[in-house]
């Protein structure tokens, strides 16, 4: 039967195309750090790296090289964590540290989460009125409802793997700079040497980048979604306990955990690349929404290139919502000791699906109030860069603490390279900090 459709995995492809079929079944088959990365281009993702772009051009570019790395580095630690506990990051913290540290981490990444919501929603809204007219606000709500519904009612093992297809939207970012003129020179230029300047506005948008790239809701959302993972796979237990399995699970993580951060970067460097070829090559650097890049990019580069970075930020959107909200769920339901997890019914979980909402709910709410969208994003990636330092050194102890880890030892790279990121977003978090003043 060599026209009867592939059944199972992640799609239905015709035997007929081998290549497309290994291509759509090896996408199915990866695990969390796809839709960790991916997520983390979010429409406030997008703004940031559009402002980047239209205002300094390619000279930027090698901060995502730069942060690759340290990106990685950290979720890796993040889903180590989940896999060898069996538990997630709140729930480790609330096992072995003061609830004075617990409840203010948890609170920092709830009021960020909702903010970034706030932003990535009033995103959406504004795109699809771009794209087809009418109301934003009335698209925002569309667009909350619809992710909590799937959230709440999708079944966790086909929710997982439609948040996997939805990475996939992403390349029109790749697609965008196709349709545009490149001058490849200068990309090249500004990917390999990089450009510092000690003004003002430049040491504002790389700590924007780096708050932006390295997000605390990451590393919740990836720990809990590797114990989801590790729970659902047959004879897999958590690592301190099974020892001997480690290898087999920490390997295939790594390799899961280091491509999801690769193509989030590669998407993070196309859409400064597709902005700084039109935006800043015409003059155009004051860029403050990512429905104002993609407006502003319609005059100068075409339709086509409006829609592809258009639909972009419908589609990352569609994909961060449940990111965000689902990872203030995991982190505060576990704070509280209630039953957590994607893949119970509503009724078994009726805490954590509360939380899912509410966040989400109260991200749409924000686009009703007096609340300054773009100050909204500006205040997430500030709340997203000064709570990731705490979270962050709070993590790398539970890796050296033998209560939380047992026999098993995180090695030694993995630890250079997670203090190593702790180090720098600190001192982001300081520039942030200073550039209120």
């Known amino acids: 039967m060599a026209n009867e459709p592939i059944i199972g995995g992640s799609s239905q492809v015709p035997q007929r195309f ?13 695990g969390p750090g796809i839709v960790t990365g991916a997520s983390d281009d979010d429409p406030s993702g997008i703004a940031t790296y559009s402002q980047v772009g239209a205002q300094f051009g390619f000279a930027m570019l090698w901060t995502m090289l730069l942060t690759y790395p340290l990106m990685a580095g950290i979720q890796e630690i993040s889903a180590w964590i989940g896999r060898v506990t069996g538990v997630g ?6 096992r072995h540290y003061s609830p004075l540290v617990l409840y203010p981490l948890v609170a920092l990444l709830l009021i960020a989460n909702i903010i970034n919501l706030a932003a990535d929603i009033g995103a959406m809204g504004s795109a699809l009125k771009l794209l087809v007219g009418g109301s934003a606000q009335f698209y925002s709500v569309e667009f909350g409802v619809i992710s909590v519904v799937a959230a709440v009612f999708v079944p966790y093992r086909q929710y997982a793997q439609l948040l996997k297809w939805a990475t996939l939207v992403l390349l029109v970012y790749v697609a965008t700079a196709l349709v545009v003129h490149v001058p ?60 001997e399995q480690a290898p087999a699970q920490l390997d295939t993580v790594r390799a899961d955990t ?27 650097t004051d860029i403050q929404t990512s429905a104002q890049a993609a407006e502003a990019l319609r005059p100068l ?10 639909l972009g930020i419908l589609g990352t959107g569609l994909l961060a919502i449940p990111v965000l909200a689902g990872s203030a769920a995991y ?8 039953p957590i997890g994607l893949e119970r019914k509503l009724h078994r979980a009726k805490g954590f699906y509360g939380i899912l909402c509410g966040a989400t709910l109260l991200g749409v709410a924000l686009n009703f109030s007096s609340i300054n969208p773009i100050k909204a994003l500006f205040w997430s990636a500030v709340l997203n860069g000064v709570a990731a330092v705490p979270i ?30 702790t180090l720098i977003m600190a001192m982001v978090a300081a520039g942030m900090i200073a550039s209120l003043w």
């Open 301 to 310: 580069a075409g339709e086509l290139t409006f829609l592809l970075f258009s």
């Open 184 to 243: 490849w020179k200068p990309v090249l230029m500004g990917t390999l040497i990089p450009t510092i300047s000690f003004s003002n506005s430049y040491l504002t948008a790389l700590t924007a980048v780096f708050g932006t790239t390295i997000s605390p809701y990451l590393f919740f959302w990836q720990a809990s979604q590797e114990v989801q993972e590790q729970r659902a796979a047959v004879g897999e237990k958590p690592l301190k306990h099974a020892p």
């Open 258 to 284: 280091y491509l999801g951060m690769a193509f989030s970067n590669l998407i993070a460097f196309f859409i400064i690349l597709d902005t700084a070829a039109v935006l800043h090559a015409h003059g155009t």
């Open 331 to 338: 982190a505060m339901a576990e704070a509280l000791k209630w």
């Open 89 to 94: 990051i709140a729930g480790n913290i609330r």
């Open 392 to 421: 962050m050194i709070t993590m790398m102890m539970l890796t050296s603490n033998p209560k939380v880890i047992g026999a098993l030892k995180l090695p030694r790279p993995q630890k250079i390279i997670g203090w190593l990121a």
């Open 18 to 30: 081998p290549l497309i079929s290994k291509l759509f079944r090896g996408l199915g088959n990866l």
